[in-house]
């Protein structure tokens, strides 16, 4: 077919359509080009390339506070994505299986409206309703609810496209629910599991909105020191972690997809 | 066998629906409760007296700040231009998407998921790192800054500043948000059958009306999803105009987080979070009737 298609539309509009095209994808990488490049400037100067070097990456090594924020956000970023990993797959799950009314609304409305509500009102709850200071354990909450509704999307289009007889032949057969869903959902499913785990675990060590109105005073936050260092002394070592940064979810991304790409059409 | 499966259906969406009852529901309807009360001495709450005692007069529940924001034209401002943003956002990222888009479609299958790869891999980078990456280029250090004065001095025209202006603040939000046009408009763009255009063609039709009367109604739902998925973030967005943008381009972001972190006036930063919410509610609400009915548009 596609092959038709190419015969039938004029070369000359599709270089057009080409043009166009390479111009939208400059626009989406050159700026994380540079980023890239000045990481390894050797200039306190983000203006032109002066020299390769290292150095900024060794100052990386020898910053207390980054090194503190980079743990932590691993910390809260694996405790979340553990807990929005069961607690969205079983979400999706349910609402899969279930006409449910109440929990599509909650676990897909934080995916969909701008992320400063949930962190202004998290922030209001934490300290009028709870009581609690502000630290890890209120960003790791804040983090979990809105990596559920990614987990049960991506979870419930997998099992969108399943095939439902083997559930029944599995019944059929006499196995019990739980054996049907340790047996047959549970390994059916793994991939999405994987995936929405692997992008929770993304979305939690980059988001910034959320973890600004949830965070302490406390412990430095990875996101929270990238804007201090950007809002307060940009130097090149925000060069120097943004690259490692992005060398980690770009990784964390492409494994993510090999298990599961239905996060890839669906939006 | 009935009871167990209803205990199946209990173990599995029982934890989540609490988790999110409440995380979620409880704290939206706290920062409802707060809207209606009055601010702390201190910041804060003003306490409240629900008591049987006084009840009517002095409850500490009022629509004060709700009043406060009808009466200061600046607020209605800030409101205007953070649609003005958001529109002038998603029309920009309409068109630099639908070519792109467009290509995509209509590219071979193998090549199809390389480029959409391409799309998706720059927007699983941190957010902050890519509005950073824009302080850069716009820096008055930059060579584009450099660039863009030299051709204006041969003018004879002063020389500008590109970061820390509305310009910039609109190229960020069209970085940050371009991927979720990109990816609805494939996804519809993807589906269409070209045995329209073909018949379209036998029709006589030329290039410009297939486009105009074939291609373009079918992907109207795809514009209007990815529509919403471009205007409701920008409309709620802090970060980008209080890094990018200069004193005077706050949005209504950047109104509510400076009542919670720097005023500290939570009452009204619950009004106007909530004046945010219905905004973004209708929005919405408008983007998915448009985006529904398919064979409603000719």
């Known amino acids: ?267 | 066998m009935q009871t167990s499966s209803r205990l199946v259906k209990w173990l599995i969406s029982a934890p989540p629906l609490a988790f999110l009852l409440i995380f979620f529901a409880a704290p939206s309807l706290i920062m409802i409760f707060t809207s209606f009360r009055l601010p702390g001495e201190f910041g804060g709450l003003a306490p409240v007296h629900i008591l049987p005692g006084n009840a009517s007069e002095d409850s500490g529940l009022t629509i004060e700040t709700y009043r406060f924001f009808f009466s200061d034209f600046i607020y209605f401002e800030i409101f205007l231009k953070s649609f003005t943003v958001a529109a002038l956002t998603t029309v920009i990222c309409i068109a630099m998407a639908y070519p792109l888009a467009l290509l995509i479609a209509r590219s071979g299958k193998k090549f199809r998921n390389l480029m959409i790869m391409l799309v998706v891999l720059p927007f699983a980078s941190n957010f902050l790192i890519r509005i950073y990456a824009w302080m850069i280029i716009l820096g008055p250090e930059s060579a584009l800054s450099h660039m863009i004065n030299n051709v204006l001095a041969v003018f004879g025209m002063a020389p500008v500043t590109l970061l820390f202006s509305p310009f910039a603040v609109l190229i960020g939000m069209i970085y940050v948000h371009l991927p979720f046009m990109i990816l609805p408009l494939y996804t519809n763009l993807e589906k269409h059958d070209p045995i329209l255009l073909d018949a379209a063609q036998d029709l006589g039709a030329n290039r410009w009306q297939r486009f105009r009367y074939v291609t373009w109604p079918q992907s109207l739902p795809g514009i209007f999803s990815g529509s919403a998925l471009v205007f409701i973030p920008v409309l709620g967005m802090f970060a980008i105009p209080d890094i990018l943008g200069g004193t005077g381009d706050i949005m209504i972001g950047n109104l509510i987080k400076d009542q919670f972190l720097g005023t500290r006036d939570w009452p009204f930063g619950s009004t106007l979070s909530i004046m945010l919410t219905l905004a973004v509610l209708c929005i919405a609400g408008l983007f998915s009737w448009l985006a529904k009915p398919v064979t409603r548009i000719t």
């Not at chain 1, 080409?18 to 390894?40: E, G, N, Q, R, T």
């Not at chain 1, 701008?114 to 934490?126: D, M, N, R, T, Y």
């Not at chain 1, 990596?147 to 969108?160: E, S």
Request: proline share 4%; net charge neutral; with cysteine.
């Open chain 1, 1 to 267: 077919m596609s092959n038709f298609r190419a015969k039938q539309s004029s070369s000359h509009r599709l270089t057009a359509l080409w043009i166009v095209s390479i111009l939208v994808y400059a626009f989406l990488y050159i700026p994380l080009i540079i980023v890239v490049v000045f990481s390894f400037n050797d200039s306190k100067l983000n203006a032109e390339w002066v020299g390769f070097t290292f150095h900024w990456y060794e100052a990386l090594l020898h910053n207390h506070e980054m090194l503190l924020a980079a743990r932590n956000s691993l910390i809260i970023a694996v405790s979340a994505s553990v807990l929005a990993t069961v607690l969205g797959t079983m979400a999706g799950l349910a609402i899969h299986r279930y006409k449910l009314k109440v929990l599509p609304v909650l676990a897909f409305t934080p995916v969909a409206m701008p992320e400063i509500l949930l962190g202004v009102s998290l922030l209001l709850f934490f300290l009028q309703v709870l009581n609690l200071t502000l630290g890890m354990l209120s960003i790791i909450i804040a983090h979990t609810t809105f990596c559920i509704g990614f987990v049960a999307i991506i979870v419930r289009a997998r099992l969108h496209g399943m095939d439902e007889s083997i559930f029944e032949a599995a019944r059929d057969l006499g196995a019990t629910p739980w054996q049907t869903f340790w047996q047959i959902t549970l390994p059916l499913i793994r991939p999405a599991i994987i995936a929405g785990a692997l992008m929770s675990f993304t979305l939690s060590i980059d988001d910034f909105v959320i973890t600004f109105f949830t965070k302490g005073a406390g412990e430095p936050i990875l996101p929270i020191q990238i804007y201090t260092m950007i809002k307060v002394a940009v130097t090149p070592e925000v060069n120097a972690v943004s690259t490692l940064l992005m060398l980690l979810t770009l990784t964390l991304i492409i494994i993510a997809t090999r298990f599961d790409n239905s996060m890839l059409g669906k939006s």
